[in-house]
């Protein structure tokens, strides 16, 4: 890959049609800003009416003591042209601080996120 475009030796792979894509992930609520990230194969974004965002509480394990939310993303048809399927949870108050890291804990920042 180069710049988000694909390139290939020799021809494309075949097409995959995702007949169900969903992700779940538990997010940190204070102080933050939550999106849903998609892309087609020509890198622009998938038609709103193609998938779903919500907050869910079936499955949900939230960590003691922090105010978090559960969240789903979902397709709502099948789909072929599925280039970025994700989350991106952005929180504030870490604004110019070093741009990876985890908690003093160890654990990662997301932490739950299962895709089916």
């Known amino acids: 890959m180069t710049c988000g475009l694909p390139t290939y030796a020799d021809k494309p792979p075949g097409k995959v049609q995702f007949s169900k894509l969903e992700i ?13 990230d998609t892309l087609n194969t020509r ?3 998938l038609p709103a009416d ?7 509480v079936r499955g949900c394990q939230r960590e003691s003591n922090k ?3 559960c969240m789903k993303m979902s ?3 099948n789909y072929e042209d599925v280039q970025t399927f994700a989350l991106y949870n952005r929180v504030f108050e870490r604004d110019g601080s070093n741009y990876t ?3 003093p804990s160890g654990k990662p920042h997301v932490t739950t996120l299962q895709i089916s």
């Open 24 to 36: 779940r992930g538990v997010f940190e609520s204070n102080n933050t800003m939550l999106l849903a």
């Open 43 to 45: 890198l622009l974004p």
């Open 50 to 56: 193609s998938f779903n965002l919500t907050e869910t």
């Open 67 to 69: 105010d978090v939310k």
């Open 75 to 77: 397709l709502l048809r």
């Open 101 to 103: 890291h985890t908690k």
